[in-house]
């Protein structure tokens, strides 16, 4: 597994039985790794799923990977294939069953689910230590995933505005944002890091401020820094968690 200094900010460990994603997004930090450090392991893995065998992003499987979870007895903040897409259309189903029984094997730590495909989420309940995510960048993908997230029976449902590359309010006839957050208890504001686009921080309070509204809490990205105006005395960034009856979850000041 990925360690503790991963890019995530928010997790203990990534978790890569499956990677790769067929989906070609420009700003793609797993794509990136894959052509460089990353291709020779990549390519030497036969197990493709889908897409060209010499494409390093390909969809794989990693057999050896599954039970990494069941042999760390610490409980952990786990994400759940950063480097690919689970839940992508071209997945097979069984690859997201069998990522499911580890989890219910593994009730000591909370698995991170995060999608671009919410269409491809079970609506049936989840794992009570699954917290299951929709990546939206802009507004009409902010539509898109609160429209599969409310069908969604998790114990933790959130949106990852990360990069957040226009206002999530943008376009919407009424609050958009009122709405987002009677549906999701967690919030994720990132930037786009490659290559570095930092939001407008007025699109990052528009969510900060209905998220303090609804009492929903904010994870924001350490790649915000740059792009905050931060008051004098106050702590850089607002990073917080979902309050659940699952695992004890660590905040970033006990670290």
Not at 147 to 175: C, D
Not at 190 to 218: K, L, N
């Amino acid at each position: 597994m990925n360690g503790p200094h991963n890019p995530i900010g928010y997790c203990d460990f990534s978790w890569n039985f499956l990677t790769g994603c067929l989906n070609d997004c420009r700003y793609c930090y797993g794509r990136k790794l894959a052509y460089g450090r990353l291709k020779p392991l990549y390519l030497n893995n036969s197990h493709v799923l889908a897409g060209d065998p010499a494409d390093p992003y390909a969809i794989r499987w990693w057999p050896q990977r599954l039970e990494e979870p069941c042999r760390r007895a610490r409980p952990s903040k786990i994400f759940a294939v950063d480097m690919g897409d689970l839940f992508g259309d071209q997945v097979p189903e069984q690859c997201r069953e069998d990522g499911l029984k580890i989890v219910r094997a593994c009730p000591h730590h909370t698995f991170i689910f995060l999608t671009k495909y919410p269409w491809n989420l079970k609506t049936e309940e989840w794992p009570e230590n699954a917290w299951v995510g929709v990546t939206a960048t802009h507004n009409s993908m902010a539509e898109m995933a609160l429209y599969h997230l409310e069908k969604v029976k998790a114990s933790v449902r959130f949106i990852s505005a990360e990069p957040l590359l226009q206002s999530l309010e943008n376009g919407s006839r009424r609050s958009f944002l009122k709405r987002m957050f009677k549906v999701i208890n967690w919030v994720v504001i990132g930037a786009q890091t490659s290559p570095y686009r930092p939001p407008s921080t007025r699109w990052v309070d528009e969510i900060v401020r209905e998220a303090r509204q609804a009492g929903v809490p904010v994870f924001q990205k350490d790649n915000l820094l740059d792009a905050l105006t931060v008051p004098p005395g106050k702590p850089p960034l607002i990073q917080e968690f979902p309050c659940y009856n699952g695992p004890e979850v660590r905040h970033r000041e006990e670290r």
